[in-house]
């Protein structure tokens, strides 16, 4: 694994990397050039790749867009740096490279091995190591007013905030709100002792690999949220995921049949009345996501699926789970008939489990949150007004 840090100043980067090393046996890689020379070496790199294979360098990557294009060999700026016949990686003595490919091919031959680095500083050098999947951008913050008391600097605090402000929103290439969106973790450090941040360090996990590759459930019910976006009802989106041999049968989000007036443009009465006194001739006329799911695949290719869903299903729904052979679901938020429904899977011999996020340690959360995904209350007058399925 390969660890990038980059941070506010004072928020404890080079905290993190020195314990990566001293704990986990972590070997420091440096790079020798400043950041203006690293931003033109890259540059460099990149036009002479434009004549080797597609330029790839500008688009967002995350777990869903991994491109493996090799680099040309050997790089037209390849400079001299630890050799193919390299020993062993001494962990106790930072290697030094003079310009970011040479770090990435070094990195890439060696990447069973562990390195820690605070000196990729600039978006584009990033992205060049966003590519391998054994590598991991760690982004640290920290409240400025506590930065400034740890950083003990005789600094004026205002003059102390101007330079964090150029840090943050300075120059696009290097600055940090620009880099921001690519880190696999991002990490708060509002904590009072080095010990205490160590032990909150050691809590992440930093070695599992699910922050930079999700398992199956979490690859799943993130897209089962992806699906949710797409929703227009006027009361809730959700999403559902129907899979087969973990491969996609179909998906579904919750609104109006096809045809019918969108949700959010007046479709469904009772979704836009905004009251829960509705007469019994305004029935909400929304598809869950499930149903729309279900709808889509049609029995003979759900098999024995599995459902992922970002909300427990509903009565209504767990019937037509059941009815079209889905032997799994596996949901996120609880709704308020979950036990009525567990019941009803139970019977039919339907595994119902639930996925907590929090516990899975997902890459796009803020690491020192707590997020409570226990059951919620949502005071709705019958399970079909919400429209979660």
Not at 275 to 282: H, K, L, Q, T, V
Request: aromatic share 8%.
């Amino acid at each position: 694994m390969f660890i990038a840090i980059i941070g506010t100043r004072s928020s404890g980067c080079s905290t993190v990397a020195n314990y990566l090393i001293s704990s986990k046996g972590f070997t420091s890689i440096q790079l020798s050039l400043p950041d203006e020379q690293l931003s033109s070496a890259f540059t460099h790199t990149r036009k002479a790749r434009k004549d080797h294979s597609v330029d790839n360098a500008e688009k967002h990557l995350s777990f869903l867009t991994f491109d493996a294009t090799p680099l040309p060999s050997p790089s037209p700026i390849f400079l001299e740096g630890p050799s193919e016949n390299s020993p062993d990686v001494d962990t106790l003595s930072p290697l030094a490279f003079r310009n970011p490919t040479e770090l990435l091919h070094y990195v890439t031959r060696n990447w069973k091995s562990n390195f820690v680095t605070t000196d990729l500083r600039t978006r584009g050098v990033i992205e060049m190591f966003m590519k391998r999947p054994f590598f991991m951008l760690l982004h640290l913050d920290g409240p400025l007013l506590q930065r400034y008391r740890r950083s003990n600097s005789s600094t004026p605090l205002q003059i102390f905030a101007a330079e964090d402000d150029e840090q943050r929103f300075g120059r696009e290439s290097s600055s940090l709100n620009g880099m921001a969106d690519l880190a696999n973790m991002r990490v708060v450090n509002n904590l009072s002792s080095v010990s205490a941040f160590h032990a909150h360090i050691e809590s992440l996990d930093l070695l599992n690999p699910l922050h930079s590759r999700p398992n199956w459930d979490m690859y799943f019910m993130t897209l089962a949220s992806l699906a949710s976006q797409r929703s227009n009802c006027m009361k809730r989106r959700v999403g559902a995921i129907l899979v087969r041999d973990k491969r996609i049968v179909s998906t579904g989000y919750n609104g109006t049949p096809r045809g019918v007036r969108n949700c959010n443009e007046g479709g469904c009465t009772r979704c836009n009345s905004g009251s829960e006194a509705i007469g019994d001739n305004e029935e909400c006329v929304c598809l869950h996501a499930e149903e729309n799911a279900l709808l889509e695949a049609g029995r003979d290719r759900i098999g024995k699926g599995t459902l992922y869903c970002n909300t427990c299903p509903c009565l209504k729904c767990t019937i037509k789970i059941i009815q079209t052979g889905v032997n799994c679901v596996v949901y996120n938020l609880s709704y308020k008939v979950d036990a009525a429904s567990a019941k009803l899977f139970a019977e039919a011999g339907v595994n119902l489990r639930r996925f907590d996020p929090a516990q899975h340690r997902l890459s796009t959360f803020q690491s020192n949150r707590s997020y409570d995904t226990s059951t919620i209350d949502m005071s709705l007058d019958d399970e079909t007004s919400i429209k979660t399925g």
